[in-house]
């Protein structure tokens, strides 16, 4: 394998990935003095920033303010999680105007002063509220209050499963039917030719509420289902697709190219060939598009990484459709099929060069999901 390429990296998922990078992980907010004592217990305890009422402060690193209901707005969006120790009611006055999506809204609990009850107020699931209630609940000596539908009745929490295994809802806002679904006692079908998911639920007892469906061909579009592939799913109003971050798309283009026409053809190309679009994780092309801005606003857009490689790693790799054309341009007969299999670690193609008007694409698929932090350097 020649030398890896050079990359551009960020975020594979700004919508719904969080990182320690982009958001300091605790917020405990404290109303009273006696909640201050608390409060300072658990920050001692969790590592977290504390936040308390001005004629309260105690010791510089507290953050003091004047009114919760100005100062929780403002640092919302800016913590992982937030732990109230106030009344319920405060702070769902607070909560509603700032609310926007779960699957990036941070976890809220609430706690009382006495540290009796932690209540997993918001965010149960993935903004990990229901797990950080249980925390809390442990410190304190209290009980977590989860009132979640599938936890409180055994049921797998696909929403959390699906992002412990990697794996990129289509439709996030179906995981909500899925489990209306399982609390009406529905079996669920579920597609999953890779054993990505199916393993996971079958090693936590859950076998008995799925039907595994060896082939597309035996999906039925009149019940639920979970279709967990790389391809894309039947469009069905009940199904979810889980995808894993495993296509990566090599990319020829001309200079001056749009990020538009770019993101456009990707599209295509994915529709055309029943690829999942959530299933792409890199771009990768030749070293002399670095400076092209539509390369790199065409990768933000489509929330993946790219990668650029050398003339000399590309002509190294044995393509099934070289241009003598592209050798001219660039030093090198494949750019797009070549850099989809060094991408992909791979010497096969799933899909082999497409044309479209100034732009050329093919796609491989790697043997396991990842992205450029996993790539050779």
Known sequence: MPAGPSTSRRSLNAATTRTAMEQPAMAVWALTARGCDLGRRLTAELGSSLFVPQKYAAHPTERAFQHFASAFP?????????????????????????LRDKTTDPGVVVLDQEGRFAVSLLGGHLGGANDLARRLARICGGQAVITTATD???????????????????????????????????????FDPDSLLWPRLSELGFAGLFKTIGEPIS????????????????????????HPRRL????????????????DFVHEVFDANRLALPSLAALGTVQARHGEPGVH?????????????????????????????????????????????????????????????????????????????????
Do not use: Y
């Open 248 to 263: 990566v798309a090599g990319l020829g283009c001309h200079r001056g190219v749009s990020a538009t026409s770019i993101t």
């Open 152 to 190: 409180t009745a055994g049921l797998p929490a696909l929403d959390l499963l699906a992002r412990d295994l990697g794996l990129v809802a289509d439709r996030p806002e179906r995981f909500a039917t899925l489990a209306a679904a399982l609390l009406d006692g529905e079996r669920i079908q579920i």
């Open 297 to 377: 606003s065409a990768a933000a857009t489509l929330g993946v990484d790219v990668a650029f490689f050398s003339p000399e790693q590309l002509q190294a790799v044995w393509t099934p459709n070289p241009s003598e054309a592209a050798a001219r341009l660039v030093g090198t007969k494949s750019v797009c099929e070549a850099a989809a299999m060094l991408l992909a670690e791979t010497d096969t193609l799933v899909v082999t060069k497409t044309k479209g008007a100034a732009l050329t694409l093919a796609v491989a698929l790697r043997s396991r999901p990842g992205d450029l932090r996993d790539f050779p350097e």
């Open 219 to 242: 999906w039925r579009k009149d019940i639920p289902g979970v279709w967990v592939s790389w391809r894309r799913p039947p469009d069905e109003q009940a199904r979810l697709g889980l």
């Open 74 to 98: 403002e640092q919302f969006s800016r913590f992982q999680h937030h732990v109230c120790i106030a009344a319920t009611g405060i702070v769902v006055r607070c909560l509603g105007p700032l």
